[in-house]
């Protein structure tokens, strides 16, 4: 959705709602209706109900040091569960549509990073202390404060980085981009499709996904996301019953042998808070948790920043709603995810998936927690929606977030630079983390040596040299000989 007709819709919508629970959420008033949150809840749930397969498999996968592996059955039940709490939670507290589950990439960090380490107990109590950490840092101000310290032309640097980054996130899902194996000796480091070439029916859904749902758009329909992961899958259905299929990847699109099944709660509280001083040094526990906060912190913040923008939420100063309540939800949700033994949960981006649908409020969020809530009984009907049929979503809203790269001034390079290196960073490191700390750093570089060093806030600085530790942690830790 444009500027201008964010604008529209806002001038256009009634000063009071017509009912207690549209007065509560803002939801006229922010120029939305119930349809449109009720579809951009299924949208968001559709474009991230892949956690629930995928966060089971990384952290299923690993052992700790010694030798245990969790249980995938307990941990989808631990995954659905803190996504559907913690989404809600952040619907009626933060009242913004941001869905929040396991996070991918700190929950690899846990399994591959922590957990050879020590205990699963132990590696599970590090995320809830970096999620109690993190709730600190927001009661004191910190947190907050931080965003508020970031130049608007970084702010909507950081939309554009995610927009782009969704994108790639769609298109590599889908199998329409893969890494080249090492084995293949090239230089180029990823390919057009599995091959260099376009080959099977999946990605002929994806594609016809992208197509359907730009046309949608492009002819402004109302509910042009969800349409086309509807249709996809339906799509995506038949050609599998017809051709039976192997290729997919982690979800399959045919109807399950049984549609409901039991939760196994088995995980939820099987952690120690402190059991992981005893297995290995102090000086890397708290390195642990500084990765761990670091990057939660700053892809949260990210993420908060671009959704609201996309959205249309920012005010003239360019804050974001209700920031504190978001921030704290936020830190908790990474403490619960440690509780129940997920991983650290935090908000997600393909919430973004949901703006595009017209979600503009916490609303939404009900939907979405509620669809995960049910995932705990119903989570083979509700994981038939194929990547191929779902990533065409984020693709459209990688657009859509991109139009703000216009606010940019391109012309001042102080702010260009750091604006560029932002952008470009977060797909081609597929992080968020790392585009911020890339635009943090050029900033204050450019702005010191063109004597202009007052203009940046000391937390600017603080957060620079942060991300010089985050970037620089393994000639650190061998420095420390932290092994």
């Known amino acids: 959705m444009s500027d201008s007709q964010k604008v529209a819709d806002r001038s256009t919508a009634p000063p009071q709602g017509v009912n207690s629970v549209d007065r509560f959420f803002k939801i006229s008033e922010r120029g939305s209706t119930f349809a ?262 700053f892809d949260t913040m990210g993420t908060v920043v671009g959704i609201s923008a996309e959205a249309g939420l920012l005010d003239e100063q360019g804050k974001v709603p209700n920031l504190g309540r978001v921030l704290l939800i936020d830190g908790a949700a990474a403490a619960a995810g440690g509780a129940a033994s997920s991983s650290s949960a935090t908000s997600y981006i393909e919430s973004a998936a949901g703006v595009g649908e017209g979600a503009r409020t916490g609303f939404s969020n009900l939907v979405t927690g509620g669809l995960f809530a049910l995932a705990l009984f119903l989570t083979p009907l509700l994981t038939i929606v194929p990547l191929q049929a779902a990533a065409p979503a984020l693709v459209a809203v990688g657009f859509l977030m991109m139009t703000q790269v216009k606010h940019i001034d391109w012309d001042k390079y102080e702010i260009a630079i750091p604006a560029f290196l932002t952008i470009a960073v977060m797909p081609f490191t597929y992080s968020i983390t790392n585009g911020i700390g890339a635009g943090f750093l050029a900033y204050v570089v450019i702005k010191t040596v063109l004597g202009k060093a007052k203009d940046i806030h000391w937390l600017l600085w603080g957060t620079s040299a942060l991300f010089l530790v985050y970037f620089a942690i393994n000639p650190i830790e061998q420095l420390l000989g932290v092994k």
């Open 36 to 297: 449109r949150e009720i579809r951009g809840g299924f949208a968001t749930f559709f474009t991230m109900a892949y956690i629930l397969v995928l966060n089971p498999i990384i952290l299923g996968s690993a052992k700790d040091k010694f030798g245990h592996q969790l249980d995938a059955v307990q941990l989808t039940t631990a995954t659905a569960l803190v996504a559907a709490v913690m989404t809600i939670i952040m619907g009626v507290g933060g009242n913004l549509p941001l869905a929040l589950a396991a996070g991918l990439g700190l929950n690899a960090v846990v399994a591959f990073q922590i957990a050879p380490l020590m205990s699963w107990d132990d590696a599970m109590g590090l995320v809830v202390l970096e999620g109690l950490l993190i709730c600190v840092l927001v009661v004191t101000g910190l947190r907050e404060a931080v965003m508020h310290a970031i130049p608007q032309p970084l702010k909507q640097a950081i939309s554009v980085g995610i927009g782009l980054f969704i994108a790639f996130i769609g298109f590599v899902d889908a199998g329409f981009v893969s890494r080249i194996p090492d084995v293949a000796n090239t230089t180029v480091p990823v390919q057009l499709g599995g091959t260099g070439t376009l080959t099977g029916w999946p990605i002929l859904v994806f594609c016809l996904g992208v197509l359907l749902t730009i046309a949608l758009l492009a002819r402004k329909v109302k509910g042009a996301i969800l349409i086309s992961i509807v249709t996809m899958t339906v799509l995506a259905m038949v050609i599998n019953s017809v051709a039976d299929i192997k290729a997919w990847g982690l979800t399959t699109p045919a109807w399950p042998d049984k549609v409901v099944d039991t939760p196994d709660f088995g995980l939820i509280g099987d952690f120690s808070l402190f059991g992981a001083f005893g297995e290995t040094t102090a000086i890397t526990v708290v390195l642990l948790i500084f990765t761990l906060v670091l990057s939660d912190f």
